[in-house]
């Protein structure tokens, strides 16, 4: 395949309404052939020399790999004519159907034509719709085409912007084989973590929301789907005995995405299971991992795709990546025969015949960098794990971008449809930098921290950029949409265990806390409805998502992320422990000179009071770091036994280095305030200014009356607004604002199915 030229477009601009007419139509077991003509030509400015002329198609990688409006007839020709009355033929075939391209380049020789206008007219489509995602015009080696005009006859055209479009940085191929990004393992100087995730069963959580959190996500996942439909995807692979597919289903989530609802499963109990046991939910884990044994192929191959399907829709990143978490998050969880398993297809796939052609030709195919980087940080991992991530999906001109901060890295990166995805990415790269100690990994990692933050950051923590639907400049940097597809919850749950990782690395840089704090109340939990699914999105005006019980990527996320809660609450250092969040739950940490235990007592964010018991069977010294978080309001006094010991500054952790005994007790109120900030992006309303509020890291909803179709405006000013607000009594952190009756303030988080809005219009 070296020398095969392969134009690529990973999924189309429009992928998200093409890919679901396509599917309800029927389009790609048969494709509907439109006879309307109709054209696209470039104007190169004045009269040219032209060698050869080279059409890229566009791919949709769904069910099977195919082109996506490609012309099964047409005619190439070049004129000086901007009305075509006289060309010069440079291809023609409308009499048979030309081959469909797939994703190869179709190449044309001109024979040195020359003319200033170069035109395809299609005379029988494949599709409903013409695409192309670049046409090259070459003229002694060089693509004479790139910066100019491009005119259609009809809207029919797609993205005929792209047809001219630079040059992608690493070319437009499929094969990516990059050998010299390799380092070698007795190179490398691994860098380890600061802090440590405490060890499975030593956090057990106390009554409060993150209890009910993962309470609710346990009845999530024993209520889902059965084990048998969970694994039917690996049994039909294997060639095995499956009962008929439930039409009930979710053929999208279900079928076209063969193991994922396995690995769902996997990644929720396996998170799950590290904290707290049920016996039903470990059974059912246990019968997942075992089904994935007994299908594997001989030589490891476990997926639950043939292996000749890799490139098919998202099998090759998207749900290899999946599965992966979720095998490894089962073998953390006691399941050894899920590590031997990951081992076992990491052999297979670090030898695979498929692996340059992964990044390009498998759709999202960015995330297919993660499997290895987390199968090289389970007990199983080997050298090989990092080096194939290095050579194959390595791509040194975005990290370059990266650390470069520049924002075309992020809403404009090339070879795929912008994303939040691209936050996947960033994981690995950080893994590679713990791995090997390259500075580049870690300064590519920061790169997009600052980028994501700074540009793709809604107030309350949403990551604002998702999948596009009318092209690739939809979510520019600060755009801030409201009311298009926005807040993925996937989004964030990599932005929690990117900053979780960072934070794990550098545990008194107390922004990483801040923002997994932010994350998890207004966007994890605030996607949660109970035990009856989970919803896709975070819209912040409107009505919420429905929440949804049919395996999409958001539900898998949300469940891995509630399985993990305990996780994030403390880590622990040789000499102590740091509280980065603050949530009712107790720790036992075992030191050189005895164990230190810790119950926290709080009902955080409903009440500021936090109270930390010290548990020890002899006086022991140790060091207890607290978090005081960046939007506390003031400083924060710390007692130990009633007495005032020390104060902490907003956005520090304060270091209690002390002989502690048993009995101590810590205590301190965290200091909450308001915040308004002004809505800033794409969507403002002239002569309007509308106004998100925060209290402390809670994001607030504006709700009115029941039955209200629609929250758009209050009577305030925002210099008055935050004196106006009065807590409900009974009801905490609802607020009530006088000379607006019918209105009240509550965290985003509680909002079920009524209107609201976190960006009302203030009037004055």
Known sequence: MQ??????????????????????????????????????????????????????????????????GFPARFILEVSNDPEFKSAIPIANNIANDYPDPIDKVCAFTANGAKGRYVRLTATLLRQKQLALTKMMVVSNGKDIAEGCTV???????????????????????????????????????????????PANGSVQLGEGIFKKTMENNIGYLLSSFTVDQMVRSFRVRADKPVQPFDEKLHKLWMVYLPGSESARYLMGAGNTLRWTENKELRKRMNEIVDVIDVCKEPDGYIMAYPKKEIFVHENGAYVRAWVVHGLADAGFAGNKKAFSLLRQYGDWFNGSCYLPELLRRAGQGTQGIIPMTRTYFTPVGKSKDIQVA????????????????DEKAIWQYPYDRPHCYLITALEPY???????????????????????????????????????REGTDLYPPKSYYLNRNTGELCGNIFWIYLNHRLNLLYPKEEKYVTE???????????????????????????????ARHINTCCEAQGSRLYGALPEFIYSTANDGVFVNLYAASSIS?????????????????????????????????????????????????????????????????????????????????????????????????????????????????????????????????????????????????????EGNPDLEYLPYLEVKDEAFTCYPEIKK
């Open 589 to 737: 940490i075992p030191l050189k000179k005895g164990t230190l235990s810790l119950k926290m007592s709080t009902q955080f964010p409903y009440d500021p009071k936090v109270k930390i018991d010290i548990n020890a069977s002899k006086d022991i010294q140790a060091t207890i770091h607290l978090r005081i978080p960046s939007w506390a309001s003031q400083v924060v006094l710390v007692m130990v036994d009633g007495k005032k010991i020390a104060t902490g500054n907003p956005g520090t952790f304060l270091t209690l280095d002390r002989k502690w005994k048993n009995g101590d007790v810590i205590s301190f109120s965290l200091p909450m305030e308001f915040k308004l900030s002004k809505y800033m992006g794409a969507e403002r309303i002239a002569s309007m200014d509308r106004y998100a509020l925060e209290y402390g890291p809670l994001l607030m909803a504006l709700v009115g009356k029941e039955g209200q179709k629609e929250i758009l405006s209050m009577k305030s000013n925002p210099e008055k607004l935050i004196k106006e607000l009065k807590p409900i009594d009974g009801k905490p952190v609802h607020f009530a604002i």
């Open 3 to 68: 020398d095969v030229e392969i134009g690529i477009e990973r999924v189309a601009r429009f992928f998200t309404p093409i890919y679901q007419s396509l599917l309800t139509s029927g389009s790609f077991d048969n494709p509907k052939k439109n006879t309307e003509q109709i054209w696209v030509q470039v104007d190169l400015g004045s009269e040219k020399k032209i060698d050869e002329i080279k059409l890229l198609p566009a791919v949709l990688p769904l069910v099977f790999l195919n082109s996506y």
């Open 390 to 405: 290095q050579q194959y999906f390595q791509e040194n001109y975005w990290l370059d971008q990266l650390i470069n901060r």
């Open 516 to 546: 997994i704090e932010k994350s998890i109340y207004n966007i994890a939990i605030a996607n949660q409805e109970g035990q009856d699914g989970i919803r896709y999105s975070s819209r912040l005006v409107g009505r919420k998502d429905p």
């Open 430 to 468: 950080l893994d590679m930098y713990r791995a090997t100690g390259d500075k580049k990994y870690m300064d590519a990692t920061m790169g997009g921290w600052d980028l994501f933050h700074d540009c793709w950051e809604h107030v309350g923590g949403a990551i604002s950029i998702c999948e596009g």
């Open 151 to 197: 005119t259609s006859s009809t809207k029919l055209t797609l993205w005929p912007d792209m047809l001219t479009r630079p040059p992608r940085p690493q070319g437009e191929f499929v094969v990516t084989n990059n050998p010299g990004n390799v380092t070698q393992e007795d190179t490398w100087s691994p860098v380890a973590n600061q802090t440590k995730i």
